[in-house]
């Protein structure tokens, strides 16, 4: 796609308008690229300077999605702020929901939002952890609840997680899948609830060995984060970890590799570490992020590495 | 670079000739690639076809080497194949070994080598799991031998774990980090010796968790494995683990993500799977990547794959 003027595709047309709940981080970076697709967006939340905060955050959100190569001229002109919830919501085809991580907030949220939507309207939360069966407890319809949990940034990262609960319509989830690419993002359906779904938990997994190895002094934090780049990050990119074995095995594929490698896996990760992250270990992971990379302002940091990531982005595309 | 003829710098002069022991996958890879860049390479191996399968395995590589823009033509004029190891060794500046990953082997065979060199003659391991402290006890000096452990297949993927063992010197280190640096690669010293080093460390802990939510039919293993590429793959060809989480903590970089997100880190990590490979998981977890990916020929997805790779790299390489 190439830059050019922000028109609403004609798969588009039935989810519109959308509101966007919560203009936190993720909020507005969803209000901006659905903005981009030419959505008629009612943004909400409480906060006093909730218009300042929403068009800040599209002005820095604009370059990025320029790159991308998504139009930005007058991107604002369907957007609408509105303070109201039950204002907010009248007619809207799609909720995204970005509010607090808290059960009991989400539940009484959505028990509030179903009493102002159609039967039709399509509910999604970005919620990085609480499953929609829980959600779902404060409502009377769920049928058409379920996770849309992005990637941070939702404008930038491909995935979302898809995740239904038990109260969820089939429809439901064939409807968020066609919402979300749509938006050219890749929308990943789960079968199971989970907590932490599966992006995060395997981001854990790894977060936690690379902590134990900082502080076992293995390598240093900086030292690391370059081995990540030059080796696994690199073949996660263009291959996830299945497909990557599936090719360390020779001719024989995965089988091969888990019959000749599979015990010294198991045996290796016997000795993984499990790090407690007290306070004294919070405080010496913290000193040595400033000492690596504290010195260079976030947003020059950021910038730097969205550029490489959308560069990376436009070669996946490329390559599909 | 671009491709041109075959010229050995002036950093590699001192490095001049190298021995290859062990023409498997690893030791093949290395030798193409000290090829391209003007070594003479003795490659010794037992095997009877020793010439076949090196001069096979080079023609295979050839094509990733001229992708990355490294010279090609006349690319085996500086090959000598040498199944007799004190005659491969005569001479030689550096030594990669990369045989059977058996420690009574290993520390056999550097007790030959030794025998064969000369006092400066660098002697590199490319073992994935056996501490040089280890195959260091077989000889009379082993201040000159370390790991110079590549991440798989050496001639594509930038990154080399250079471990030092108690026994190594640090001039030795320093001209392990000034050869593979020479070579294009991206050495990382570790400063201390752990079993698995660093990036297998790191994948394991995050395939364990991968092989979990599969087994927990949260995911199929080519979703998973989408779900990867499309989310923390792509951040960390562009940044690792420490810096993603210090961009992910807002204006208080990572040590504001460790006191916010910290805790909900520590109980998720308790919830994280650690599966069994008993030969039914085995089975199935076969079964399954036959199904996924046995469609297609291996060769025909690692091509795919690489190709990808190469041109991510390009992408890395033009915005250092």
């Known amino acids: 796609m190439s830059n050019s003027k922000i028109t609403l595709s004609e798969e588009l047309q ?7 709940i919560g203009a936190g981080t993720i909020g507005i970076s969803w209000t901006t690229l659905f903005l981009a697709y030419g959505l008629t967006v009612r943004v909400n939340d409480p906060r006093p300077d909730l218009k300042e905060v929403v068009l800040n955050g599209i002005e820095q959100i604009k370059p990025t999605l320029k ?24 007619g809207s085809a799609v909720v995204q929901e970005n509010g607090p991580e808290r059960i009991e907030f ?3 949220l959505f028990s ?29 319809n769920p049928g058409r ?24 319509e089939v429809q439901a989830v064939n409807d968020a899948i066609a919402f979300y690419k749509s938006l050219g993002k890749e929308p990943m359906v789960l079968k199971k609830e989970i907590p932490g779904f599966v992006a995060n938990r395997l981001q854990s997994a790894l977060f936690r060995e690379a902590i134990h190895l900082v502080l076992e002094e293995v390598v ?28 360390g095995g020779g001719k024989g594929g995965l089988p091969a590799f888990l019959k000749h490698l599979g015990p010294n896996l198991q045996s290796g990760c016997k000795n993984l570490g499990n790090p407690t992250l ?25 910038n730097k590495r969205d550029q490489k990531q959308i560069s990376v982005l436009h070669v996946m595309n490329n390559q599909h």
């Not at 039935?14 to 966007?20: E, I, K, L, Q």
């Open 278 to 302: 007290d306070e004294s270990t919070v405080q010496k992971l913290s000193n040595e992020a400033m000492n690596s990379y504290g010195k260079v302002q976030i947003e020059e940091l950021e």
């Open 145 to 168: 609840l379920l996770i849309g949990h992005p990637f941070n940034p939702p404008h930038l990262v491909p995935l979302v997680e898809v995740v239904p609960g038990e109260h969820t």
């Open 220 to 247: 240093s934090m900086k030292d690391l984060d370059r081995i990540v780049t030059n080796s696994i990050g690199l073949r996660w990119a263009v291959g996830g970890p299945f497909l990557t074995f599936h090719l």
């Open 14 to 20: 039935r989810f519109n308008p959308v509101t966007v």
């Open 67 to 90: 790159a991308l190569g998504l139009p930005t001229e007058n991107l604002t002109d369907h957007l609408e702020i509105e303070p109201d919830l039950e204002r907010s919501l009248q």
């Open 112 to 140: 509030k939002i179903e009493k102002a939507v159609t039967k039709e309207t399509l509910l999604l939360s970005s919620t990085s952890g609480i499953p929609s069966s829980e959600i779902a407890k404060g409502m009377k």
């Open 106 to 108: 989400k539940q009484e």
